[in-house]
Nanobody, 123 residues
Framework: QLQLVESGGGLVQAGGSLRLSCAAS????????MGWFRQAPGKERDFVAS????????FYADSVKGRFTISRDGTKNTVYLQMNRLKPEDTAVYYC????????????????WGQGTQVTVSS
């Protein structure tokens, strides 16, 4: 069983940056494709970014492309989401997820989830 714990959320002004971390335990996260999703109040959980387990294939939602970067530190069993030039519409709870298999953009394909971390961007 893989456990995921997110951290790094907070309140930031528009144009600022945050780095979210997703620490994995129980198994090696590099064996899994990893994803970041977000959910704003009253809305569905949306895909943000994903990273393949093998190689360095990354995928991004159009709304964050060029501003967000997903990466992995295998030595720390941690996945990151660097978020730059944040906008008020980026405000949401951000979730880390893992799956056995290729990186995916659909939440339902992921097997393991963290508890989420709140990101609030003020205008």
């Amino acid at each position: 069983q893989l456990q995921l714990v997110e951290s790094g959320g907070g309140l930031v002004q528009a144009g600022g940056s945050l780095r979210l971390s997703c620490a994995a335990s129980g198994r090696t996260s590099s064996s899994y494709a990893m994803g970041w999703f977000r959910q704003a109040p009253g809305k569905e959980r949306d895909f943000v970014a994903s990273l393949s387990s093998i190689g360095r294939n990354t995928f991004y939602a159009d709304s964050v492309k060029g501003r967000f970067t997903i990466s992995r530190d295998g030595t720390k069993n941690t996945v990151y989401l660097q978020m730059n030039r944040l906008k008020p519409e980026d405000t949401a709870v951000y979730y880390c997820a893992a799956r056995s298999g290729p990186a995916a953009t659909t939440a339902g394909y992921y097997d393991f989830w963290g508890q989420g971390t709140q990101v609030t961007v003020s205008s």
